[in-house]
Protein backbone atom coordinates (compact mmCIF):
# COMPACT_ATOMS: atom_id res chain seq x y z
CA UNK A 1 0.00 0.00 0.00
CA UNK A 2 1.14 3.96 -0.07
CA UNK A 3 -0.14 5.15 3.11
CA UNK A 4 -0.89 8.63 3.58
CA UNK A 5 -0.64 10.43 7.35
CA UNK A 6 -2.40 13.82 7.32
CA UNK A 7 -1.75 15.21 10.66
CA UNK A 8 -2.92 18.31 10.31
CA UNK A 9 -0.41 20.22 12.53
CA UNK A 10 3.21 21.59 12.97
CA UNK A 11 5.78 20.12 14.87
CA UNK A 12 7.28 21.84 17.14
CA UNK A 13 9.68 19.60 19.35
CA UNK A 14 9.90 16.22 19.04
CA UNK A 15 7.33 14.47 21.20
CA UNK A 16 5.52 11.66 21.68
CA UNK A 17 3.33 11.98 18.33
CA UNK A 18 6.56 12.54 16.41
CA UNK A 19 8.04 9.55 17.98
CA UNK A 20 4.65 7.76 16.79
CA UNK A 21 4.79 9.05 13.21
CA UNK A 22 8.76 7.79 13.24
CA UNK A 23 7.36 4.06 14.34
CA UNK A 24 4.83 3.73 12.16
CA UNK A 25 6.68 4.87 9.03
CA UNK A 26 9.17 1.98 10.39
CA UNK A 27 6.51 -0.59 10.80
CA UNK A 28 5.06 -0.12 7.03
CA UNK A 29 7.96 0.44 5.64
CA UNK A 30 8.97 -2.79 7.09
CA UNK A 31 5.91 -4.57 5.98
CA UNK A 32 6.69 -3.61 2.28
CA UNK A 33 4.30 0.35 2.45
CA UNK A 34 4.96 3.07 1.45
CA UNK A 35 4.64 5.67 4.00
CA UNK A 36 4.40 9.62 3.48
CA UNK A 37 3.73 12.07 6.44
CA UNK A 38 2.31 15.16 5.73
CA UNK A 39 2.76 18.03 8.33
CA UNK A 40 1.55 22.25 8.04
CA UNK A 41 5.07 23.12 8.26
CA UNK A 42 8.56 21.81 8.26
CA UNK A 43 9.19 20.55 11.60
CA UNK A 44 11.06 22.53 13.90
CA UNK A 45 13.57 19.80 14.76
CA UNK A 46 15.19 18.42 11.86
CA UNK A 47 15.93 15.15 13.38
CA UNK A 48 12.10 14.76 12.72
CA UNK A 49 12.67 14.34 9.26
CA UNK A 50 15.91 12.64 9.30
CA UNK A 51 14.69 10.15 11.51
CA UNK A 52 11.46 9.14 9.79
CA UNK A 53 13.48 9.36 6.01
CA UNK A 54 15.68 6.92 7.52
CA UNK A 55 12.73 4.80 8.50
CA UNK A 56 11.83 4.70 4.96
CA UNK A 57 9.15 7.23 4.58
CA UNK A 58 8.76 10.60 3.52
CA UNK A 59 7.68 13.82 4.97
CA UNK A 60 4.89 16.18 2.85
CA UNK A 61 4.66 19.90 3.37
CA UNK A 62 1.07 21.25 2.83
CA UNK A 63 -0.27 24.07 4.75
CA UNK A 64 -4.06 23.85 4.98
CA UNK A 65 -4.92 26.40 7.88
CA UNK A 66 -5.94 29.88 5.88
CA UNK A 67 -5.57 27.80 2.45
CA UNK A 68 -8.60 25.75 2.15
CA UNK A 69 -9.08 25.83 -1.68
CA UNK A 70 -5.31 26.07 -2.17
CA UNK A 71 -4.64 22.48 -0.27
CA UNK A 72 -7.88 20.80 -1.27
CA UNK A 73 -6.53 21.40 -5.20
CA UNK A 74 -3.40 20.37 -4.34
CA UNK A 75 -4.08 17.79 -2.34
CA UNK A 76 -6.13 15.75 -5.23
CA UNK A 77 -3.54 16.21 -7.32
CA UNK A 78 -1.00 14.79 -4.89
CA UNK A 79 -3.60 11.68 -4.06
CA UNK A 80 -3.55 10.90 -7.71
CA UNK A 81 -0.27 11.37 -8.86
CA UNK A 82 1.44 9.33 -6.15
CA UNK A 83 -1.69 6.78 -6.25
CA UNK A 84 -2.18 6.53 -2.31
CA UNK A 85 -4.03 3.34 -1.14
CA UNK A 86 -5.40 4.48 2.48
CA UNK A 87 -5.19 8.18 4.17
CA UNK A 88 -5.21 8.71 7.70
CA UNK A 89 -6.75 11.87 9.13
CA UNK A 90 -6.15 13.15 12.30
CA UNK A 91 -6.10 17.51 13.45
CA UNK A 92 -8.68 20.10 11.08
CA UNK A 93 -8.64 21.57 8.88
CA UNK A 94 -6.92 19.45 7.07
CA UNK A 95 -8.61 16.49 8.30
CA UNK A 96 -11.84 17.42 6.53
CA UNK A 97 -9.92 19.03 3.52
CA UNK A 98 -7.88 15.72 3.09
CA UNK A 99 -10.90 13.53 3.69
CA UNK A 100 -13.08 15.24 0.86
CA UNK A 101 -9.99 15.23 -1.58
CA UNK A 102 -9.18 11.71 -1.15
CA UNK A 103 -13.01 10.81 -1.95
CA UNK A 104 -12.22 12.96 -5.58
CA UNK A 105 -9.72 11.28 -5.82
CA UNK A 106 -10.68 7.65 -5.22
CA UNK A 107 -8.86 6.63 -2.29
CA UNK A 108 -9.46 3.47 -1.84
CA UNK A 109 -9.26 3.22 2.22
CA UNK A 110 -9.74 6.63 3.74
CA UNK A 111 -9.59 6.97 7.43
CA UNK A 112 -10.26 9.67 9.96
CA UNK A 113 -9.15 9.47 13.88
CA UNK A 114 -10.77 11.62 16.55
CA UNK A 115 -7.89 12.31 19.27
CA UNK A 116 -9.26 15.29 21.13
CA UNK A 117 -12.04 14.57 23.76
CA UNK A 118 -14.90 17.43 24.90
CA UNK A 119 -16.09 18.97 28.13
CA UNK A 120 -19.63 17.94 28.95
CA UNK A 121 -20.96 21.19 28.89
CA UNK A 122 -19.51 21.56 25.08
CA UNK A 123 -21.33 18.03 24.19
CA UNK A 124 -24.86 19.32 25.61
CA UNK A 125 -23.91 22.61 23.66
CA UNK A 126 -22.12 21.32 20.37
CA UNK A 127 -22.06 24.38 18.03
CA UNK A 128 -24.35 23.36 14.55
CA UNK A 129 -21.21 24.08 12.48
CA UNK A 130 -18.57 21.69 14.30
CA UNK A 131 -21.19 19.44 14.55
CA UNK A 132 -21.82 18.93 10.92
CA UNK A 133 -17.98 19.14 10.25
CA UNK A 134 -17.68 16.25 12.61
CA UNK A 135 -20.63 14.44 10.41
CA UNK A 136 -18.79 15.32 7.26
CA UNK A 137 -16.05 13.99 8.23
CA UNK A 138 -17.09 10.70 9.78
CA UNK A 139 -19.54 10.14 6.85
CA UNK A 140 -16.18 10.79 4.49
CA UNK A 141 -14.29 8.18 6.32
CA UNK A 142 -14.47 4.50 5.80
CA UNK A 143 -12.94 4.20 9.24
CA UNK A 144 -12.87 5.75 12.48
CA UNK A 145 -10.38 5.64 15.20
CA UNK A 146 -11.40 6.99 18.60
CA UNK A 147 -7.89 7.44 20.80
CA UNK A 148 -9.42 6.24 23.75
CA UNK A 149 -12.77 5.03 25.06
CA UNK A 150 -13.88 7.95 26.66
CA UNK A 151 -14.05 9.69 23.34
CA UNK A 152 -15.77 7.46 21.55
CA UNK A 153 -18.44 7.64 24.54
CA UNK A 154 -18.74 11.70 23.53
CA UNK A 155 -19.09 11.04 20.22
CA UNK A 156 -21.73 8.18 20.43
CA UNK A 157 -23.43 11.36 22.48
CA UNK A 158 -23.10 13.34 19.56
CA UNK A 159 -24.86 10.54 17.46
CA UNK A 160 -21.82 10.00 15.12
CA UNK A 161 -20.52 6.77 16.67
CA UNK A 162 -21.69 4.35 14.00
CA UNK A 163 -20.29 0.59 13.76
CA UNK A 164 -17.60 2.02 11.51
CA UNK A 165 -15.97 3.73 15.18
CA UNK A 166 -13.77 2.23 17.60
CA UNK A 167 -10.76 2.62 20.18
CA UNK A 168 -7.32 2.35 19.31
CA UNK A 169 -4.90 3.07 21.79
CA UNK A 170 -1.82 4.58 20.70
CA UNK A 171 1.36 4.02 22.52
CA UNK A 172 4.91 5.70 23.47
CA UNK A 173 7.99 4.28 23.81
CA UNK A 174 9.99 3.88 26.85
CA UNK A 175 13.43 5.69 26.52
CA UNK A 176 16.34 6.39 28.57
CA UNK A 177 16.93 10.03 30.07
CA UNK A 178 20.54 11.03 28.37
CA UNK A 179 21.24 13.65 31.78
CA UNK A 180 20.93 12.20 35.69
CA UNK A 181 18.51 13.91 38.07
CA UNK A 182 21.40 16.35 39.58
CA UNK A 183 22.04 17.71 36.12
CA UNK A 184 18.85 18.78 35.28
CA UNK A 185 17.96 20.16 38.75
CA UNK A 186 21.69 22.14 37.96
CA UNK A 187 20.20 23.52 34.69
CA UNK A 188 17.54 24.80 36.38
CA UNK A 189 19.38 25.79 39.10
CA UNK A 190 17.15 23.65 41.18
CA UNK A 191 18.44 22.61 44.99
CA UNK A 192 18.53 18.73 45.36
CA UNK A 193 16.18 19.18 47.83
CA UNK A 194 13.22 21.28 46.36
CA UNK A 195 10.05 19.54 45.83
CA UNK A 196 9.42 19.52 41.89
CA UNK A 197 6.03 19.60 39.92
CA UNK A 198 6.29 18.69 35.79
CA UNK A 199 3.27 19.53 33.51
CA UNK A 200 3.79 19.40 29.79
CA UNK A 201 1.12 20.81 27.98
CA UNK A 202 0.78 23.51 25.53
CA UNK A 203 -1.06 26.87 26.35
CA UNK A 204 -4.42 26.53 25.63
CA UNK A 205 -7.66 26.89 28.03
CA UNK A 206 -8.23 23.21 28.33
CA UNK A 207 -5.01 22.77 29.32
CA UNK A 208 -6.36 23.84 32.59
CA UNK A 209 -2.36 25.46 33.47
CA UNK A 210 -4.14 27.88 34.98
CA UNK A 211 -5.58 25.39 37.35
CA UNK A 212 -2.46 24.27 38.25
CA UNK A 213 -1.16 27.80 38.79
CA UNK A 214 -3.46 28.03 42.05
CA UNK A 215 -2.70 24.70 43.06
CA UNK A 216 0.38 25.71 43.50
CA UNK A 217 -0.32 29.33 45.48
CA UNK A 218 -2.28 27.01 47.62
CA UNK A 219 1.12 24.71 47.70
CA UNK A 220 3.50 26.84 48.66
CA UNK A 221 2.24 27.80 51.53
CA UNK A 222 3.20 24.47 52.40
CA UNK A 223 5.95 24.42 50.20
CA UNK A 224 7.69 27.36 50.12
CA UNK A 225 10.49 26.38 47.96
CA UNK A 226 8.22 24.48 45.49
CA UNK A 227 8.72 24.63 41.73
CA UNK A 228 6.72 23.90 38.86
CA UNK A 229 8.37 23.15 35.90
CA UNK A 230 5.84 23.72 32.75
CA UNK A 231 7.06 22.60 29.37
CA UNK A 232 5.29 23.83 26.43
CA UNK A 233 4.07 27.09 24.27
CA UNK A 234 1.34 27.96 21.59
CA UNK A 235 1.27 28.78 18.47
CA UNK A 236 -0.29 32.48 19.95
CA UNK A 237 2.17 33.57 22.22
CA UNK A 238 -0.90 35.67 23.69
CA UNK A 239 -1.99 32.56 25.10
CA UNK A 240 1.74 32.29 27.04
CA UNK A 241 1.79 35.94 28.33
CA UNK A 242 -1.14 35.91 29.57
CA UNK A 243 -0.38 32.72 32.15
CA UNK A 244 2.68 34.01 32.55
CA UNK A 245 0.48 36.97 33.95
CA UNK A 246 -1.71 35.24 35.59
CA UNK A 247 1.08 33.59 37.44
CA UNK A 248 2.72 37.00 38.49
CA UNK A 249 -0.93 38.19 39.78
CA UNK A 250 -1.84 35.32 42.17
CA UNK A 251 1.81 35.04 43.54
CA UNK A 252 3.39 32.46 42.14
CA UNK A 253 5.96 33.83 39.51
CA UNK A 254 8.61 33.14 41.19
CA UNK A 255 7.53 29.60 41.75
CA UNK A 256 7.29 28.76 38.41
CA UNK A 257 9.95 27.45 35.84
CA UNK A 258 8.87 28.01 31.94
CA UNK A 259 10.80 26.11 29.60
CA UNK A 260 9.04 27.23 26.53
CA UNK A 261 8.94 23.90 23.98
CA UNK A 262 11.43 21.40 24.47
CA UNK A 263 12.57 18.02 22.72
CA UNK A 264 14.56 16.41 25.73
CA UNK A 265 11.27 15.99 27.89
CA UNK A 266 12.20 12.74 29.33
CA UNK A 267 15.08 14.19 30.59
CA UNK A 268 12.99 17.28 32.39
CA UNK A 269 11.43 14.55 33.74
CA UNK A 270 14.11 13.12 35.56
CA UNK A 271 14.11 16.27 38.14
CA UNK A 272 10.69 16.06 38.97
CA UNK A 273 9.19 14.49 42.00
CA UNK A 274 5.63 14.45 40.61
CA UNK A 275 3.97 14.89 37.51
CA UNK A 276 0.40 16.75 37.53
CA UNK A 277 -1.93 16.96 33.91
CA UNK A 278 -4.60 19.39 34.88
CA UNK A 279 -6.74 19.18 31.92
CA UNK A 280 -10.28 20.36 31.57
CA UNK A 281 -10.28 18.51 27.89
CA UNK A 282 -8.51 15.32 27.10
CA UNK A 283 -8.33 12.71 24.65
CA UNK A 284 -5.88 10.20 26.41
CA UNK A 285 -2.57 12.03 27.35
CA UNK A 286 0.40 11.22 25.62
CA UNK A 287 2.22 13.60 28.21
CA UNK A 288 1.03 11.49 30.94
CA UNK A 289 2.37 8.26 29.79
CA UNK A 290 5.31 9.81 29.14
CA UNK A 291 5.75 10.58 32.84
CA UNK A 292 4.16 7.11 34.01
CA UNK A 293 7.04 5.61 31.89
CA UNK A 294 9.44 7.62 33.75
CA UNK A 295 8.50 6.21 36.87
CA UNK A 296 6.59 9.64 38.36
CA UNK A 297 3.06 9.31 39.92
CA UNK A 298 0.76 11.25 38.67
CA UNK A 299 -1.77 13.38 39.95
CA UNK A 300 -4.15 14.33 36.91
CA UNK A 301 -8.49 15.07 36.14
CA UNK A 302 -11.33 12.87 35.71
CA UNK A 303 -11.82 14.22 31.86
CA UNK A 304 -11.90 11.79 28.85
CA UNK A 305 -9.00 9.25 28.55
CA UNK A 306 -6.94 9.88 31.64
CA UNK A 307 -8.87 7.77 33.71
CA UNK A 308 -8.10 4.92 30.86
CA UNK A 309 -4.75 5.44 31.68
CA UNK A 310 -3.82 6.89 35.57
CA UNK A 311 -5.96 4.28 37.73
CA UNK A 312 -6.47 6.38 40.13
CA UNK A 313 -5.09 4.76 44.19
CA UNK A 314 -2.75 2.80 42.14
CA UNK A 315 -0.53 5.19 39.56
CA UNK A 316 -1.46 8.12 40.71
CA UNK A 317 -4.65 10.63 41.81
CA UNK A 318 -7.68 11.79 40.24
CA UNK A 319 -9.10 14.79 41.44
CA UNK A 320 -12.24 16.78 39.97
CA UNK A 321 -11.03 19.31 36.54
CA UNK A 322 -11.14 23.00 37.64
CA UNK A 323 -10.79 22.61 41.28
CA UNK A 324 -7.51 23.67 42.52
CA UNK A 325 -8.37 22.76 46.19
CA UNK A 326 -8.33 19.09 45.61
CA UNK A 327 -5.58 19.48 43.31
CA UNK A 328 -3.23 20.98 45.50
CA UNK A 329 -4.35 18.38 48.13
CA UNK A 330 -3.34 15.45 46.08
CA UNK A 331 -0.04 16.99 45.48
CA UNK A 332 0.43 17.97 48.85
CA UNK A 333 0.04 14.24 49.96
CA UNK A 334 2.12 12.60 47.06
CA UNK A 335 4.96 15.29 48.49
CA UNK A 336 4.79 13.93 51.48
CA UNK A 337 4.95 10.67 51.09
CA UNK A 338 8.24 9.78 49.16
CA UNK A 339 7.96 5.84 49.58
CA UNK A 340 3.78 5.82 48.46
CA UNK A 341 4.54 8.33 44.96
CA UNK A 342 7.70 6.40 44.63
CA UNK A 343 5.12 3.14 44.53
CA UNK A 344 3.07 4.67 41.92
CA UNK A 345 5.91 5.70 39.99
CA UNK A 346 6.31 2.01 39.44
CA UNK A 347 3.31 0.76 38.97
CA UNK A 348 2.43 3.36 36.07
CA UNK A 349 5.90 2.40 34.69
CA UNK A 350 4.51 -0.91 34.74
CA UNK A 351 0.96 -0.21 33.22
CA UNK A 352 2.70 2.26 30.82
CA UNK A 353 4.97 -0.49 29.16
CA UNK A 354 2.43 -3.40 29.23
CA UNK A 355 -0.93 -1.64 27.86
CA UNK A 356 0.42 1.34 25.93
CA UNK A 357 3.64 0.02 24.19
CA UNK A 358 4.29 2.41 21.13
CA UNK A 359 5.74 -1.01 19.30
CA UNK A 360 2.53 -2.92 19.96
CA UNK A 361 -0.13 -0.24 19.07
CA UNK A 362 1.52 0.83 15.96
CA UNK A 363 1.90 -2.95 15.55
CA UNK A 364 -1.84 -3.18 15.65
CA UNK A 365 -2.43 -0.06 13.39
CA UNK A 366 -0.97 -1.33 10.71
CA UNK A 367 -2.58 -4.84 11.30
CA UNK A 368 -5.70 -2.73 10.92
CA UNK A 369 -4.69 -0.94 7.29
CA UNK A 370 -4.37 -4.75 6.25
CA UNK A 371 -7.15 -6.03 7.32
CA UNK A 372 -9.25 -2.26 5.84
CA UNK A 373 -7.17 -3.33 2.32
CA UNK A 374 -8.45 -7.13 2.13
CA UNK A 375 -11.88 -6.75 3.30
CA UNK A 376 -12.07 -4.18 0.20
CA UNK A 377 -10.18 -5.61 -1.74
CA UNK A 378 -7.30 -3.28 -2.53
CA UNK A 379 -4.57 -4.23 -4.25
Not at 2 to 13: E, F, L, P, Q, R
Not at 114 to 133: C, D, M
Not at 273 to 282: G, K, W
Request: proline fraction near 4%.
Amino acid sequence: MKIANVTGMSSTKYGAYERFMVTLAEQCSKRGHKFYCCFEESPWNTQITDDITAAGGEIVIMPARGKNLRFLIKMIFWLRRHRITLIHTHFNPASLLALIAARIARVPLPILSFRTGATKQLIENYPLKSRLVAWLRCRLAKRIFTVSEAVHEQYRQLGLAGNKMMTRYVGITSIPATKTRSQMRNEFNLDPNVPVIACVAFHNPMKGIDVLLRAVAILKQQFPRLRLLEVGGSRDPKETEKLRHFAEDIGVSENVIWTGHRSDVRNILECADLYCQPSRVEGLGFAILEAMSAGLAVVGTKVGGIPEVVLDGQSGVLVEPDSPEDMAAALAELLRDESGRKKMGQLGRQRARENFDLQRQTELLVDMYEEMMKKHNVS
